[in-house]
């Protein structure tokens, strides 16, 4: 041990040698950071790391070992072998990248022994190698148990090297294994220059490729600034591959939790922060979630193509989030469905809050060139009062959706129980009738129209008529409205109207039939082709269907309506404007959309009789209609009252119960009906 001491302390410059620890410490250093790099980094790179890490390791032991010989004091004119020098570079380096592939490849008790015993040889072998080229007129006397000492040393710290690198906590592992590493190889050479003496010797002469100090100072300079370069340049890649691969999971992480289209949160991170607010909501700090969805947006979507509708979603989705606050959270569940969760000072407060975010969504909202209104409907769950379990209270929220959409859509709605059963039963009829439509199972009954003058049957409307068959007849309020709440009124209508026309093709007189278009029917720019498709199928006269409307149906877009519209008539299909008086219906619509019969509501000829303010407006209907050169028939005639002052008024055609009553086999049930018959 003295002997090593004095080598070190005696024979070497002090300042040379704590160079070579500092560029020893940083190519350990060096060499286990990329090393930690190359066993995460794929299998198609793995190996390109492990000669870099090796490059490192070997060329920083190499640069140890010289700048400690610069620093070695000696009487002697001392030089070096060239080839020899290099050679020492070269094999520590490749022994090394051998000791690395052989500690990633088999990763195991024995693997990491065989690697530290090779990288050990390798530290060894660098530096007799390197010291068989000492170049010096002297002989070279050799400590044989210093040299065993010095093996024996250079592979039990880089055996110990390896193992601590695998096995210390991560935060120590680079710092161990570098240690360790150093500790090899700074104890091999000082303990195999203590094995050394340098005996003079002037018979013997300089090597070929004789360099002198000088010259590998210069040297081990460009190798050690080429191992310093090659740890700065990988440190830097190795940060901006960690740098890279921290966004990339970052953007991953927020895509997971985040909707694509919108930005919102979605169902997975709604259920993470719900979690947490639910567990510090109490009685004091109550929170609402808030099921939102839009009225009308599958209509624009249809009308206006996906990229208006993404565009919809996203300005809903901005403006969520502004009456949200800072104190709320807005996900998007998908669709156009959307959850706030809001915290609430008082009841009163809430409901303002929720009456002022409809009546938000009802004003026309700007999108592009075009100006669209999609109404949303809410449905409320409060917590802590309706439950503190995340999915309990979005399903209630749910629940009250379902329930507000039944009452008429464009409102909100509380959880109240006994709502599940009810939003069961829709669910479940929902279902019923969506196989009822597939299976075109909804049948087509026909109440006449007639000629109040003489009592001839005109035409006849078609009605919609389902019979299930657990729960029987099914009101037609209630399936009609499911099927245009749930998307099934387009096909439910088609069926009927081929059944309708394959059913009166060959009635007697070719009466026409009439047809109800719901109002989201009307936003189907491909209507008046799925109608000529229909009656083409049943080699139906175009002439012979009559479509009716509401008023209501011409608000949402009145410029889709004029097209489709005008694309009946050219058709040859007749439009009538239905239940006439209740809606939003003006004389423009009038004047510039094909209308060939005025449709009196039955609330107004059911009052006629006991109300002059409702004989005064069927009898201005029925002017205005004929001012215009349109037809007009009065609906719900019940009594023969109704009958002859609807008549005396100038009335044309009636439909009520009184003039007969709809029938899937309408032809011999009625009087009326027989004397078309005879027609």
């Avoid at 240690?179 to 300089?206: C, E, N, Q, R």
Wanted: glycine share 8%.
């Amino acid at each position: 041990m003295y002997t090593v001491l004095a080598c070190v302390l005696e024979e070497h410059n002090l300042w040379l040698v704590f160079v070579a620890t500092l560029v020893c410490v940083g190519a350990s250093a060096g060499a286990f950071f990329v090393l930690t790099g190359a066993l995460k980094s794929s299998v198609a790179d793995r190996s390109k790391w492990l000669f870099l890490a090796a490059t490192l390791a070997g060329g920083g032991t190499w640069a140890t070992h010289f700048i400690a010989m610069l620093g070695f004091a000696s009487s002697l004119e001392i030089g070096f072998n060239l080839p020899l020098t290099l050679a020492s570079a070269g094999v520590c380096t490749a022994c090394t990248w051998a000791a690395f592939e052989i500690f990633e490849h088999w990763r195991s008790a024995r693997g990491r022994l065989a690697a530290g015993v090779l990288l050990g040889c390798a530290i060894a072998a660098m530096h007799y190698i390197g010291m068989a080229g000492l170049d010096a007129p002297a002989q070279k006397l050799w400590d044989s148990d210093l040299v065993i000492a010095s093996g024996l040393l250079s592979i039990v710290f880089a055996v110990a090297a390896l193992e601590a690198f695998h096995a210390a906590p991560p935060r120590f592992r680079l710092m161990a294994g570098s240690a360790l590493l150093v500790s090899a190889i700074v104890s091999l050479h000082f303990t195999g220059m203590s094995a050394m003496t340098l005996l003079p010797d002037p018979i013997i002469a300089k090597a070929p490729y004789h360099i002198d100090r000088v010259m590998l100072a210069a040297v081990v300079a460009v190798g050690a600034a080429g191992v310093l370069l090659i740890g700065v340049i990988l440190a830097l890649a190795d940060r901006q591959m960690a740098a890279t691969k921290l966004a990339a999971a970052e953007q991953a992480a927020a895509m997971a939790l985040h909707d694509a289209l919108t930005g919102l949160p979605n169902r997975r991170h709604l259920q993470d922060v719900l979690n947490t607010r639910l567990s510090s909501c109490s009685a004091d700090a109550p929170l609402a979630i808030v099921a939102v969805d839009l009225d009308r947006f599958k209509p624009v979507n249809d009308l206006y193509g996906h990229a208006v509708g993404d565009e919809l979603l996203v300005r809903i989705a901005a403006l969520l989030s502004h009456e949200g606050g800072e104190a709320g959270f807005v996900a998007r569940l998908g669709g156009d469905e959307f959850i706030m969760v809001l915290p609430y000072v008082s009841e009163d407060a809430l409901i303002a809050r929720l009456a002022a975010l409809v009546s938000t969504f009802d004003a026309p909202l700007p999108l592009g060139a075009n100006e669209v209104s999609v109404g949303a409907t809410l449905g409320v769950a409060l917590a802590p009062a309706d439950g503190l379990d995340a999915d309990l209270l979005m399903r209630r929220a749910d629940v009250a959706l379902y329930r507000a959409k039944d009452d008429g859509r464009g409102r909100y709605a509380f959880y109240e129980p006994g709502m599940d059963e009810r939003v069961h039963e829709r669910a479940a009829l929902e279902n019923d009738l969506r196989i009822a439509v597939r299976n075109d199972a909804i049948e087509a009954h026909f109440q006449p129209f007639v000629n109040l003058a003489t009592g001839e049957i005109t035409g006849y409307e078609i009605l919609a008529r389902w019979t299930d068959p657990v729960r029987g007849a099914v009101p037609p309020e209630v399936f009609i409205k499911i099927a245009s709440d749930t998307g099934q009124i387009g096909e439910l209508c088609m069926n009927v109207l081929r059944r309708a026309c394959l059913q009166s093709l060959d009635w007697p007189s070719a009466p026409r039939i009439s047809l109800n278009i719901a109002p989201i029917q009307l936003r189907d720019a491909a209507l008046p082709q799925k109608l000529l498709k229909v009656l083409t199928e049943c080699a139906f006269p175009p002439q012979r269907l009559e479509v009716e409307i509401t008023e209501d149906a011409l608000v949402a877009d009145f410029e889709c309506a004029r097209t489709i519209l005008a694309s009946l008539k050219n058709l040859g299909i007749a439009v009538a404007l239905d239940d006439f008086g209740t809606g939003y219906s003006s004389l423009r619509h009038l004047r510039e959309l094909p209308f060939t019969e005025l449709k009196i509501d039955r609330s107004f000829v059911n009052a006629i009789g006991d109300s002059e303010e409702a004989l005064s407006v069927v009898r201005t209907i029925i002017q205005l209609a004929k001012s215009l050169g349109i037809g007009v028939t009065a609906e719900g005639v019940e009594t023969e009252a109704q009958a002859q002052a609807l008549h005396a008024m100038g009335c044309e055609t009636g439909q009520g119960f009184l003039l007969g009553k709809p029938s899937a086999e309408p032809f011999g049930a009625s009087s009326a009906r027989r004397r078309a018959g005879a027609a």
